[in-house]
């Protein structure tokens, strides 16, 4: 008994290691299979017809260009938004308040605001925005509903931010006569800068791949946008029409192709300023 | 009181404002969905909405157990899937693995995570669906269909939030178990997973949410009946695809029924992120 | 109460590691003597920073600019078409040929199904609205064209040995009540029931036409447009649906109805029973750029486009009686 005592925990480690390999291999596995798929099929739908041409014939033919314009405009709006209204909550909650039941009361909103499913700020913004705002389904309708969305994110992530940075360098600003304001532009922001940028970017990240709460408020329409009040049809929308309604596979792939390989550039850009960021700093 | 002191108070006012954008955000949502979505559920009663079976809108009945039921039985079954292999996953990588892999894979996972949950829906609408018809039987669109693609959707955001919090772990404590002779898996399971496990459970939290949550995907290869599946290859209706399959078409009191899915959903989300918040504080806490 | 844990670690997900890095690097550079320039070396960004607020500020003027304008080019000369997703299709066809006739001229063609487009043109949303199901009650006040016929066929794979049925057997199927094939083509394969949502035109038609009063299964896979239908039947051996008869391809096979093969002349002489009109709707007789858009839809070259996208075409005024 006590040799197989002594023994089991070894067997039970190899067993263990065996079995989390496999998991891991599985998982890995799964998910580059899906990044391999849509490139293997997408790729070779991309030229510069594909991405300079307006779809046609309910997208069987032509390329995209308009949904490419609709996404960017799309998520322009809802940057130009949220990233104000974050930033600045993320500066007041930061620099000019101490834990209070207000701060308590914003960090629960926002906490809130990053649970609520997207189907549900599509409800939302169909009835403001569309309806009682009589935007109508339209690109800004679909961007402040995606601002509402990122919100949280930016939030988030531009309070990290500025947490990060030294209270030294706050204390040095405040004892050369600086007031809170000039502070805080002059010396956190700057320095807070790319952890900003980094919650900016992941929104637009979210922006371009959300599909539910864009197709009630930004509508379905395949024609290039000529103003805010346009209808049109984003990326990932004109994607999902395309693939479910099995209009073109070929043009699917091509548009998830451009959709998933503009998100990891984002991601990779995010990345490389992180890390280039960290390297400047240390 | 100077000028400038002056101005710094009219910043604290403006800013203070704008900190509340959120909070009223929040409120101008829930406001709304439950201004459109609570009066039909008054005028037919809660019962009726909460334990019908029925949804037959244009006969004007709201049975919304199916679709509850629905959600909860796909939102399980991902994190069935997804939690087992994301876990293990994150403890392989943070423990059991060269550094250098991970150091390579935990980017790749991360970037994962940002892929839009249509595309995820495609691949499973292609590839999981005629699978599952041809090998286990039925139309392949399902319950386990719907429950799969959640659990790989979810396995970037559970992975990467569990190795942050694995990592977070001090390596005294690590070292500590080893110099009594416990081997690495020991140290892992009695040592490392409870102090990590706050950090897990809120990775898991959230990515119940998103499950929960996913709409798009989860219409693609649902099947989207409106019945209580009977089996794991049965079609079924989530609470979110219900909102997006008839927002589009409907009117009047199929509209508001609608919204009333939306109140039940923002309810069930609500309690879930409770329960889930409560046992992880109290888990914190021992 | 709740979401607080959960959202702050998402933040994290992404930045937790980040932000020990970046602490540990600052708490370093504190500790550097004669570093005490460092608010410095934040003042050389503050430039790029003021430039990025006016850059922000200036956007903000520009949109405000935009506003109006757009609004007043909104109403001007753009006309929106909305409603039923199985003429969305066609309609956007039309449009485009009629944008590319009419350059500077443009038509907005949204999906919404048949009641949100009523809808929508009963409050003003929509100039025209697309309906492919009969109006009721007060929708009838508007005034109505019919563009085009429709088929509604029933659909199955490709593979299924079945050619013909009968009205009485797909309300058994859609009822519930038949639920193999075995009586039908002899496999005994269970029965994929695949319809459209509450609300489409496409399954009020189909409930009107076969069900009458009966309810369609609960147990039948929902799907919401005719093109999302047709792929989930050419993908299953099994399957059985029912689609707009213009939208019928290779990919599918549509049954004979009683012996009556869904063509084009089955349908004008009446032998084929499933018919329902394509209608637009105007809150009042059209005018302006909504009468010039139907006109043209009326004019033998899209009624041309019409007959070869598989739609039956309609004479101008003519109302077919009986036809649904």
Request: overall charge positive; some cysteine; hydrophobic content about 45%.
């Amino acid at each position: 008994m006590g040799g197989q005592l002594k023994l089991q925990p070894r067997t039970e480690q190899k067993v263990i290691q065996v079995f989390m390999y496999l998991m891991t291999s599985i998982a890995v596995l799964v998910l580059v299979f899906i990044l391999v798929v849509i490139l293997k099929n997408g790729l070779p739908q991309l030229n510069l017809e594909f991405l300079t041409k307006n779809p046609a014939d309910m997208g069987r033919e032509g390329g995209i260009l308009s949904t490419i314009v609709a996404t960017i405009f799309l998520t322009f709006i809802a940057l130009l938004v949220a990233t104000p209204l974050g930033v600045g909550t993320a500066i007041y909650l930061t620099e000019y308040t101490v834990e209070s039941r207000i701060t308590r009361i914003i960090r629960f909103g926002a906490e809130c605001l990053a649970g609520i499913p997207s189907i549900i700020f599509g409800l939302f913004g169909f009835i403001l925005f569309v309806n009682k705002l009589k935007f109508g389904w339209s690109i800004l309708s679909g961007g402040l509903t995606l601002a509402f969305m990122v919100l949280p994110t930016i939030i988030r992530t531009s309070e990290e931010a500025i947490k990060a940075v030294p209270p030294a360098y706050r204390l040095v600003s405040f004892s050369l006569g600086s007031t809170r304001w000039q502070t805080v532009t002059r010396v956190v922001l700057p320095s807070a800068i790319p952890g900003i940028v980094t919650g900016v970017i992941l929104s637009i990240g979210r922006s371009i791949g959300e599909t539910a709460a864009v197709i009630f408020t930004a509508g379905s329409a395949l024609r290039m946008p000529t103003s805010l009040f346009s209808s049109s049809r984003t990326m990932s929308v004109h994607f999902y029409i395309l693939a479910k309604e099995g209009v073109s596979m070929p043009k699917a792939y091509g548009t998830a192709a451009v959709l998933v390989i503009s998100i990891l550039v984002i991601n990779i850009v995010t990345y490389y300023l992180m890390e280039k960021y960290i390297k400047r700093k240390s | 009181m100077t000028r400038l002191e002056k101005n710094d108070r009219l910043v604290r006012l403006g800013l203070l404002m704008i900190a509340l954008s959120a909070i009223s955000v929040l409120a101008i949502i829930t406001l709304f969905i439950f201004e459109q979505g609570t009066p039909i559920m008054f005028r037919y009663g809660f019962k009726s909405f909460l334990l019908g079976q029925d949804w037959y809108p244009s006969e004007k009945s709201f049975g919304l157990l199916p679709m509850i039921v629905g959600s909860l039985m796909v939102t399980f079954g991902a994190l069935i899937i997804g939690v087992p292999l994301g876990l293990a996953s994150a403890i392989f990588l943070t423990e059991f693995s060269h550094r250098r892999l991970t150091r390579i894979l935990k980017p790749v996972i991360e970037l994962l995570a940002g892929i839009p949950s249509v595309v995820y829906g495609f691949i499973g609408l292609m590839f999981l669906v005629p699978f599952i018809r041809d090998n286990f039987g039925g139309p392949g669109l399902s319950v386990l269909a719907a429950s799969l693609i959640l659990g790989i959707m979810i396995l970037p955001t559970v992975i990467s939030i569990a190795i942050d919090s694995i990592r977070a772990v001090p390596d005294s404590y690590r070292e500590g178990s080893i110099a009594l002779g416990a081997t690495r898996w020991q140290t892992v399971r009695m040592v490392v997973l409870p102090a990590a496990r706050s950090g897990i459970i809120a990775g898991i939290i959230l990515g119940m949410g998103r499950a929960i949550g996913e709409t798009m995907a989860v219409i693609m290869v649902a099947g989207n009946a409106a019945d209580i599946p009977g089996s794991i290859l049965a079609p079924v209706r989530t609470l979110t695809s219900n909102i997006a399959l008839e927002m589009a078409y409907a009117s009047e009191e199929h509209r508001e029924a609608l919204f009333a899915t939306g109140v039940i959903l923002f309810i069930i989300i609500m309690i879930l992120n409770t329960i889930a918040n409560v046992t992880s504080t109290r888990q914190r806490k021992k | 109460m709740s979401c607080q844990k959960q959202v702050r670690d998402y933040a994290c997900s992404g930045s937790e590691k980040k932000g020990e890095k970046r602490l540990l690097s600052m708490e370093t550079e504190e500790f550097k003597p004669g570093r005490v320039g460092a608010p410095s070396a934040g003042q050389e960004n503050s430039s790029s920073f003021f430039h990025y607020s006016r850059f922000l500020v200036i956007m903000i003027l520009v949109l405000m600019a935009l506003f109006p304008s757009c609004r007043s080019g909104r109403s001007g000369h753009s006309l929106v078409v909305a409603g039923s997703t199985s003429i969305q299709p066609f309609a956007d066809k039309w449009a485009e040929v009629f944008m590319e006739k009419r350059p500077g001229e443009i038509v907005d063609v949204q999906g919404g199904g048949s009641s949100a487009g009523i809808q929508a043109v009963l409050t003003g949303a929509a100039h025209i609205g697309m309906s492919s199901r009969e109006l009721k009650g007060d929708e009838k006040e508007l005034y109505q064209i019919e563009v085009a016929h429709d088929g509604l066929a029933i659909i199955v794979h490709p593979s299924n040995p079945l050619e013909n049925i009968t009205i009485e057997q797909v309300k058994s199927i859609f009822l519930g009540e038949i639920t193999t094939w075995e009586t039908l083509n002899g496999q005994k394969k269970a029965i994929t029931v695949v319809v459209r949502e509450e609300g489409s035109g496409t399954r009020g038609a189909f409930q009107e036409l076969v069900m009458g009063k009966s309810r369609i299964t609960k147990k039948a896979i929902v799907q919401d447009s005719n093109g999302t239908v047709r792929e989930i039947v050419s993908r299953d051996p099994n399957a059985i649906g029912f689609i707009s008869l213009g939208l019928v391809n290779d990919s599918v096979k549509a049954l004979a109805l009683n012996g009556v093969k869904p063509t084009e002349e089955a349908i004008l002489k009446r032998e084929y029973k499933l018919v329902r009109p394509f209608l637009f709707l105007t809150r009042e007789t059209p005018s302006g750029l909504a009468k010039e858009f139907i006109d043209f839809v009326l004019s033998d070259e899209i009624q041309e486009l019409v007959h070869k996208e598989g739609l039956i075409p309609v004479r101008r005024g003519s109302r077919p009686e009986g036809s649904r």
